[in-house]
């Protein structure tokens, strides 16, 4: 069955420092990723998908993403986070039936 | 312009009643879907509707009843509500057939259930 996994919960970083919020998925097949962004009490925002070609794909916001198959990782990073980065992060597969399965979330804070 | 209206935002109901959650598309997509996300658990997948024709079901109840009156409207329907189902509904549509490039979410309605 497909899965994905984020295993930080939490992740508290300082303005101006380098992320990485980790995300690994079970798929049988060629997997379609996705990175999502949720602001409090809002709705669900696309910050980039991979489907094929270049592993390293770039989103919004400065983020980017390397899907590496070998580890079935698709981590997102951003190289200098700013505090109105503090929401949390949802990593997502798509799956037959053009349903989506997401990890649990990784809410980052991002200290001033 | 939200291109995917959910109403309401905020809703209140009290164990035992029945709502409706509301879901309008206009970005001409013909697959339509509910998700939920709850204290408890991550973003789950709920429904799928494809030219207004359920095409996936993955809730356990039969409480959650998809209604899809036109084709841009995906209408989730919640009997004899339990304190449990406190979630946010977050509904989406994309075109299908073209894979998952235009996958979008509505900002979701916020149900708790007192």
């Known amino acids: 069955a497909q899965s994905v996994t984020q295993p930080d919960a939490r992740v508290t970083v300082s303005e101006g420092a380098s992320l990485q919020l980790r995300c690994k998925y079970s798929?049988?097949?060629?997997?379609?990723l996705f990175w999502y962004v949720q602001y409090p009490r809002q709705g669900l925002q696309l910050l980039l998908k991979?489907?094929?070609?270049?592993?390293v794909v770039q989103g919004v916001n400065g983020f980017e993403a390397e899907f590496i198959k070998s580890n079935s990782s698709f981590h997102l990073r951003k190289a200098s986070v700013h505090w109105s980065d503090s929401a949390v992060y949802f990593c997502?597969?798509?799956?037959?039936?053009?349903?989506?399965?997401f990890g649990g979330g990784t809410r980052l804070t991002v200290r001033p | 312009d939200p291109k995917i209206i959910q109403k309401p935002k905020y809703l209140v109901a009290v164990t035992g009643s029945e709502k409706i959650l509301i879901c309008e598309q206009y970005?001409?997509?013909?697959?339509m879907y509910w998700y939920r996300q709850s204290a408890k658990k991550p973003l789950e997948f709920m429904f799928s509707?494809?030219?207004?024709?359920?095409?996936d079901n993955q809730t356990a109840s039969s409480r959650f009843q998809p209604q899809s009156s036109k084709k841009n409207h995906l209408d989730l329907q919640i009997t004899a509500l339990k304190p449990d189902d406190s979630a946010t509904y977050f509904c989406?549509?994309?075109?299908?057939?073209?894979?998952?490039?235009?996958?979008?979410f509505g900002s979701g309605t916020r149900l708790l259930v007192i």
């Open positions: 509707y494809s030219y207004q024709k359920l095409m």
């Open positions: 997502a597969v798509y799956n037959a039936g053009a349903k989506l399965t």
């Open positions: 991979y489907y094929s070609g270049d592993p």
């Open positions: 798929y049988s097949g060629t997997p379609y």
């Open positions: 970005l001409g997509h013909n697959a």
């Open positions: 989406a549509s994309s075109q299908a057939g073209t894979g998952c490039s235009d996958y979008t």
